[in-house]
């Protein structure tokens, strides 16, 4: 450090020293980051249970210094629901992406919500099954051309994208739902403060709380970083809206 | 001497997505494009000290966490 110069930013301590192996500009990356600075923060290392799901993020427990647990492809929310009675007061989230949680898992994420289950979802939703080659997922927008869907996604055939974050706001027992994206800075600053309230929540045991990114996928979509920015501005974000969908009324003072 | 503040970048820990280099309101980022690091990537570089307000858009936006940032400490 240059003398006369305070640090204001570092890697956070919850992240350990293991180099991703994400692809460059992936925002599973910038999620571990944002949501371990919100644990760091927080002071909560000792006292989080993460569960992983399959796909991209199978080795997240490389990557983040807490307490991981692998689940079955789909099952991270079964399995979170189960750390979660047997330790009601540790922190526990389930991160998964969108062909675990919206394809192979729906059933668990949908009774999950509707039991209200106190823990918190991470949803990275690509619209793309990145890891097994490209092939279209339930997310995926229409027109949008993947490995198995050459010609563009046919709504007369396969439907339309899932929007998970609208379906579980509708469960009376979720307490808080929200989009964000990490395409901007500004929007990266907004996802850590939906991860923080979301944690937040949690520890008042209000229900589920919800966190779907509106994520990207350079490698499957075939562009660089730089270009996926602007597929996700104009592509995603008008048929997937950032904001908050569903938020626990405040208590009057 | 930088002016307000100065990023440190890992040159290991980045992977060239240049994601930074486009959040950097004041262009003082740039793309090392004539060399790389030893998993063969280019990486970021602060180009131009002076320009850097240590505003946080780089470390926030890298996916990485390879950036460091520095503000200076304002004498009373």
Known sequence: MKEGYELIYQRPKTLTDTRMHYCPGCFHST???????????????????????????????????????EAAHGRA???????????????VFSYQGDGDLAAIGTAE???????????????????????????????????????????????????????????????????????????????????????????????????????????????????????????????VLPYFPLGVFKEPEKKEK | MPQKGYVEISIEGCKGCNLCVISCPTDCLVLNTSDTNSFGLHYA?????????????CAVVCPDAAITVYRKIKSA
């Open chain 2, 45 to 57: 570089t602060l180009a131009d000290e002076d320009k850097c307000i240590a505003c946080l858009n």
């Open chain 1, 77 to 91: 929310a079964a399995v979170a629901t189960g750390i979660k009675r047997i330790h009601p007061d540790k922190l």
């Open chain 1, 109 to 235: 994420t949908i009774h999950a919500c509707n039991r209200g289950e106190n823990f918190t979802f991470i949803f990275i939703n690509n619209g793309i099954y990145g890891m097994t080659g490209g092939q279209m997922a339930p997310t995926t927008l229409v027109g949008q051309k993947t490995s198995t869907s050459p010609y563009g996604r046919e709504p007369a055939k396969v439907g339309l994208p899932l929007k998970m974050a609208e379906i579980v706001s509708r469960f009376g027992r979720v307490a808080y739902v929200e989009r964000v994206s990490c395409n901007t800075a500004a929007n990266a600053r907004k996802a850590k403060k939906a991860v923080r309230k979301a944690f937040e929540y949690q520890l008042q045991k209000l229900g589920t709380t919800f966190i779907e990114v509106a994520s990207n996928c350079p490698s499957q979509w075939k562009c660089t970083p730089e270009e996926s920015l602007d597929w996700i501005k104009d592509h």
């Open chain 1, 31 to 69: 999620m571990h980051k944002l949501m371990m600075e919100v644990v760091e923060e927080m002071d909560l290392q000792e006292n989080t249970i993460g569960v992983c799901p399959v796909g991209c993020s199978v080795f997240a427990y490389e990557y983040m210094n807490i307490d991981v647990q």
